[in-house]
């Protein structure tokens, strides 16, 4: 089953955070967090695994609650290239399945 | 380093015509994962190599798609009789093991006009 991520579009100018939320009906091993520019590959941010460790490249945060099956990415003091298309993955918790269910994404546009 | 390089990045095709995509993974990974991403939607599983085995392929839409990875390197997607439906990006993307909890990391895609 899709994850749900909300918000679906967030208007931000530079300097302002934002939040991004992502929750799952079932178990997790892990929530992935990737950025995508308009015709470009989707690029690696974050990682949060099942058992708290988090795996980042870059100075933005998340988090997991396991028990709700929740991940927010948390931006801080945005810059201009923080806009695009962000999508988490979830990778389920049970059998022997690798790959990511991704949800719908939340444009993020940052304003000058 | 290299990271996932896909060909060709744009392709038209014909309805009815057959058409096959190429991935190139990053050097030594032995997962390789197939999405397929509609215009405004996040990307959708199609089928999973571990080496040359393909191990779920339960994504695929049809029988007219199918996936190879002879050697455990390059793989190839290949739609057979292209509907207008089948238009999309398709993406490909390798992580380093057969694990849980790895990273994947995406090429930029081919992207599939068909007319």
């Known amino acids: 089953q899709q994850p749900v991520q909300s918000p679906q579009a967030v208007i931000l100018r530079e300097g302002e955070d934002a939040v991004i939320n992502c929750s799952s009906s079932k178990a997790l091993y892990s929530v992935h967090w990737y950025r995508q520019k308009h015709g470009e590959a989707p690029v690696f941010l974050m990682i949060l695994l099942k058992g708290g460790e988090q795996k980042g490249h870059e100075k933005i945060s998340a988090s997991f609650n396991e028990k709700k099956q929740q991940s927010s990415l948390y931006l801080t003091a945005s810059q201009l290239s923080y806009s695009g298309t962000y999508f988490c993955g979830t990778e389920g918790g049970s059998g022997s399945a690798r790959q990511l269910t991704f949800g719908s994404g939340t444009q993020l546009t940052v304003l000058p | 380093g290299a990271g996932v390089s896909q060909s060709p990045r744009y392709k038209v095709a014909k309805r009815g015509q057959d058409v096959a995509l190429r991935c190139d993974p990053i050097?030594?990974?032995?997962?390789l994962f197939w999405y397929q991403q509609a215009l405004g939607q996040g990307p959708e599983f199609l089928t999973y190599?571990?080496?040359?085995?393909?191990?779920?392929k339960s994504g695929l839409p049809s029988d007219r798609f199918f996936a190879e990875r002879p050697e455990g390197s390059v793989s190839t997607l290949k739609i057979q009789r292209t509907q207008q439906e089948d238009s999309a990006v398709y993406l490909c993307a390798s992580s380093p093991w057969g694990g849980h909890q790895e990273t994947q990391y995406f090429g930029p895609g081919t992207r599939l006009l068909v007319l």
């Open positions: 050097s030594g990974h032995v997962s």
């Open positions: 190599f571990q080496n040359e085995a393909q191990l779920d």
